[in-house]
């Protein structure tokens, strides 16, 4: 006697609830890790102030152990609290390159809506369908 197998197919309920215990199963997993990360991100603070002034003390920019290499070294970073003087600075001395390149998504968007006959050369676009799972008011 032959027996026919058949498949079993989930639900789309199923699917759902599936899918949120999942996620609910990892923002735990991320829960916990960021309160274990950030305790080793402190006492990693805490050694790093240590080594700047071990650093500082003997003036030194770079200090070989046998377990690594210490290396003090300064770290600037740049911005403006008025974009408009920037970006005529930047308009007036040709320098596109102070700029980081990357197209602000939303504002593209948005400008594509309300302008789509005019269409930047090089500009590629990506279109995907995407799941979003919302968890039911009654559980």
Not at 35 to 54: N, S, T, Y
Not at 66 to 92: A, C, L
């Amino acid at each position: 006697m032959d027996v026919e197998v058949q498949e079993i197919k989930p639900s789309v309920d199923m699917l759902a609830e599936t899918y949120i215990k999942m996620r609910d199963k990892r923002s735990v997993f991320k829960q916990e890790w960021e309160v274990k990360d950030k305790a080793i991100e402190v006492q990693m603070k805490l050694v790093e102030e240590k080594l700047l002034e071990l650093c500082k003390e003997i003036n030194a920019n770079s200090i070989s152990t046998n377990h690594g290499t210490i290396i003090r070294s300064t770290k600037s970073r740049y911005w403006t609290s008025d974009w408009d003087s920037m970006y005529q600075f930047i308009k007036e001395h040709d320098a596109f390159g102070l700029l980081e390149k990357r197209v602000q998504q939303t504002n593209m968007k948005n400008f594509l809506a309300e302008n789509p006959e005019l269409l930047p050369m090089g500009l590629n676009v990506e279109h995907e369908y995407t799941v979003l799972v919302r968890r039911s008011k009654e559980k």
